[in-house]
């Protein structure tokens, strides 16, 4: 009768195999301390040839011989060369981070449009500045036909602007024109396939 891996034990880490597994208990059965230290380091000259890819990464080594004491479940009595991990720190979950929470004054623009438009408020005014604020103007009219296909009146983008500089940049629709952004539609894939020609 054939024996499925599903019947056998549930291995600690998979990707090793059930081979390299076998090998963690067979090292742990031996009594002869210095035998297992050896067994111990011939695994993990085994493990690192399956995952040479690990050899790039800082503290390799260390990973390996936090995985064959995992996969011996702690068992395994030997000289460590590293501080394994303990079991207890297995699940523990990392610390969460601190996002700030910055009121954003119009979610479709975002943050970093209302970051780049206080920034344009500090150029001095002059040819750099105006291109700039019009770069910005545009972005935002983009931003608008993401949410919205109707079309944009450069007059809201403005209104939009200022209030965002808090008064400090003013564009007069009659005077500044921006980009006419269209829609395109996406293609369609026909239903019916044209009959080849004999």
């Given at each position: 009768?054939l024996?499925?891996?599903?019947?056998?034990k549930?291995?600690?880490?998979?990707e090793?195999?059930?081979?390299?597994?076998?090998?963690?208990?067979y090292?742990?059965?031996?009594?002869?301390?210095?035998?297992?230290?050896?067994?111990?380091?011939?695994?993990?000259?085994?493990?690192?040839?399956?995952?040479?890819q690990l050899?790039?990464?800082?503290?390799?080594?260390h990973?390996?011989?936090?995985?064959?004491?995992?996969?011996?479940?702690?068992?395994?009595?030997?000289?460590?060369p590293?501080?394994?991990?303990?079991?207890?720190?297995?699940?523990?979950?990392?610390v969460?981070?601190?996002?700030?929470?910055?009121?954003?004054?119009?979610?479709?623009?975002?943050?970093?449009?209302?970051q780049?438009?206080?920034?344009?408020?500090?150029?001095?005014?002059?040819?750099?500045?105006?291109?700039?604020?019009?770069l910005i103007?545009?972005?935002?009219?983009?931003?608008?036909?993401?949410?919205?296909?109707?079309?944009?009146?450069?007059?809201k983008?403005?209104?939009?602007?200022e209030?965002?500089?808090?008064?400090?940049?003013?564009l007069?629709?009659?005077?500044?024109?921006?980009?006419?952004f269209?829609?395109?539609?996406?293609?369609q894939?026909?239903?019916?396939?044209?009959?080849?020609?004999?």
């Amino acid at each position: 009768m054939l024996t499925y891996n599903s019947q056998l034990k549930k291995l600690a880490l998979p990707e090793y195999g059930r081979n390299i597994q076998q090998m963690v208990d067979y090292c742990c059965t031996i009594e002869d301390r210095d035998e297992r230290n050896k067994c111990a380091r011939s695994i993990i000259n085994t493990m690192s040839n399956l995952f040479p890819q690990l050899k790039q990464e800082t503290d390799y080594e260390h990973k390996l011989w936090d995985h064959l004491a995992i996969m011996s479940n702690f068992t395994l009595d030997i000289d460590f060369p590293y501080e394994v991990v303990k079991p207890e720190n297995l699940d523990s979950k990392p610390v969460p981070i601190k996002y700030k929470h910055e009121g954003i004054k119009m979610r479709h623009y975002g943050k970093i449009v209302d970051q780049m438009i206080q920034r344009a408020c500090e150029y001095p005014d002059g040819d750099e500045k105006e291109a700039l604020v019009m770069l910005i103007a545009n972005h935002m009219k983009k931003l608008i036909y993401q949410i919205s296909n109707e079309d944009v009146d450069d007059a809201k983008i403005f209104i939009d602007l200022e209030f965002f500089s808090n008064g400090q940049i003013k564009l007069d629709p009659a005077t500044h024109k921006l980009h006419a952004f269209k829609v395109v539609p996406s293609q369609q894939a026909t239903s019916s396939k044209k009959k080849k020609k004999k």
